[in-house]
């Protein structure tokens, strides 16, 4: 279940002598998919495409670092931005809630750091990403957070570059299992 995958870069090596990985969060649960697997009921939605459909929250690793992607069900069209650049990706990994873990949107700014942010992984700076929306663009698109940068990053085909301060970030929220100490005890 946990990925062993790293993305490595060489920075300026010689300069530094350090060697850069986007590194993988494990503390969520993220199903490797693609288009030919079934989508399971369990993501996490995200947002609305300008065309209509609905985006559920995935990652992929690129260039070194871990980013967020938005993914349609119904094609298993996934796109993604890093600060830089927008693309698309085959294959990716789905954020997916089960009986006591689910994910909610809540409002935030400024790179502000949000209790149990959801992070995808780090970035070929070593630092964390994180996962964001915002309303641009015709519809809602999941982002890319980097709190240092203090913007949701959104990129979506051929639209611009979006550099929103005032956006949503994915949290995390944990329900214990209900314990049931006298389930099944008869007296
Ligand atoms: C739910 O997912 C979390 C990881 O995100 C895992 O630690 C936990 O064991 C899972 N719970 C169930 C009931 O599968």
Redesign the pocket.
């Known amino acids: 279940m946990y990925s062993k995958l790293i993305t490595c870069a060489l920075i300026f090596a010689q300069l530094l002598g350090t060697i850069y990985c986007g590194v993988y969060d494990n503390?969520?649960?993220w199903l490797l998919s693609d288009k030919s697997k079934n989508f399971p009921d369990n993501a996490v939605l995200g947002g609305i495409d300008s065309y209509g459909y609905d985006n559920y929250v995935a990652r992929v690793p690129y260039a070194s670092s871990i980013v967020p992607a938005r993914v349609r069900s119904e094609t298993g069209y996934a796109t993604f931005n890093t600060q830089a650049v927008a693309n698309q990706a085959t294959s990716y990994e789905l954020l997916?809630?089960?009986?006591?873990?689910s994910y909610h949107w809540v409002r935030s700014y400024d790179g502000f750091r949000e209790r149990n942010a959801v992070s995808v992984g780090t970035s070929d700076l070593n630092e964390r990403v994180y996962v964001c929306r915002a309303r641009t663009d015709g519809g809602i698109f999941i982002g890319t957070l980097y709190l240092a940068q203090k913007v949701c990053f959104i990129r979506y085909e051929n639209f611009p570059m979006r550099q929103i301060s005032k956006y949503e970030v994915l949290v995390?929220q944990?329900t214990p299992?209900v314990w049931m100490p006298f389930d099944n005890q008869i007296n």
């Open positions: 503390t969520d649960r997916v809630a089960n009986e006591t873990v995390r944990v299992a």
